[in-house]
């Protein structure tokens, strides 16, 4: 299958997901995720009209990106990856969404940046709803705290959560999870789900759902 094929194939299973969950919003809107994958293999799909594109790395999508966003308007692109502070003023400067927001040090760094470059990047707060210590992400428990700690010291918007299942777990409970944590702080969007599990997630309530080898082919 081509790429246009996968991915069209990626919507239809979406829709399908959506339609199965009984949900009457339209579903999940798709992330499609570049990473490790050049200008070339993504144009097919800017060339269908999709829009919102997913990186992990900042240095990766400042060789890419910008030539792409200005030859295709309109594009949103989001950071899924980590986010280390010497690279908040690269990443608000180029990101519209920072989806993986998880201490106070990077929350500060981002605003910072915000207010210094006069840009509002929409921000999602990254939960590690499997308490794993190799993954980024706030613990459950602490996301009440941080997330008022961000919107009452530093007046940032939080639009969304996002979360990463263990990957040898059911992701079920996980999304429940995170679906919970979001009505308990007022939170409308979820970003979660991906190539193995987005109609899972969608069945859960996600927002958006971030697939890209499924798209684009193995890394």
């Known amino acids: 299958m081509t790429v246009l094929e996968r991915f069209e194939e990626i919507k239809a299973r979406m829709a399908k997901a959506a339609s199965e969950a009984g949900r009457d919003d339209g579903g999940a809107?798709?992330?499609a995720?570049?990473?490790t994958f050049g200008a070339d293999d993504i144009r097919p799909?800017?060339?269908?009209?999709?829009?919102?594109?997913?990186?992990?790395?900042?240095?990766?999508?400042?060789g890419k990106w910008p030539a792409l966003?200005?030859?295709?308007?309109g594009i949103e692109l989001h950071l899924i990856g980590p986010l280390q502070s010497n690279k908040a003023a690269d990443a608000v400067a180029l990101f519209d969404v920072i989806e993986t927001i998880d201490r106070e040090k990077i929350a500060r760094a981002v605003k910072a940046e915000m207010?210094?470059?006069?840009?509002?990047?929409?921000?999602?707060?990254?939960?590690?709803?499997?308490?794993?210590?190799?993954?980024?992400?706030?613990?459950?428990?602490?996301?009440?705290?941080?997330?008022?700690?961000?919107?009452?010291?530093?007046?940032?918007?939080?639009?969304?959560l996002m979360c990463i299942p263990p990957a040898d777990e059911n992701p079920g409970p996980h999304?429940?999870?995170?679906?919970?944590?979001?009505r308990e702080n007022g939170i409308e969007r979820l970003s979660m789900g991906?190539?193995?599990?987005?109609?899972?997630?969608?069945a859960f309530g996600a927002t958006s759902v971030r697939v890209g080898s499924a798209i684009f082919g193995s890394r």
């Not at 966003?69 to 308007?73: I, N, R, S, T």
């Not at 999304?175 to 979001?182: C, D, E, Q, S, T």
């Open 45 to 62: 799909v800017l060339e269908a009209g999709h829009r919102i594109y997913g990186e992990n790395r900042v240095q990766e999508a400042e």
């Open 175 to 182: 999304f429940a999870l995170l679906r919970k944590l979001a």
């Open 115 to 160: 207010d210094k470059q006069g840009r509002k990047i929409r921000l999602y707060v990254q939960v590690n709803t499997g308490l794993e210590s190799q993954k980024a992400g706030i613990a459950p428990d602490d996301t009440a705290d941080f997330v008022a700690f961000c919107r009452k010291e530093l007046n940032l918007m939080i639009e969304g």
């Open 33 to 35: 995720v570049t990473k």
């Open 194 to 202: 991906m190539s193995g599990d987005f109609e899972t997630a969608i």
């Open 69 to 73: 966003k200005a030859g295709f308007p």
């Open 29 to 31: 809107g798709l992330v």
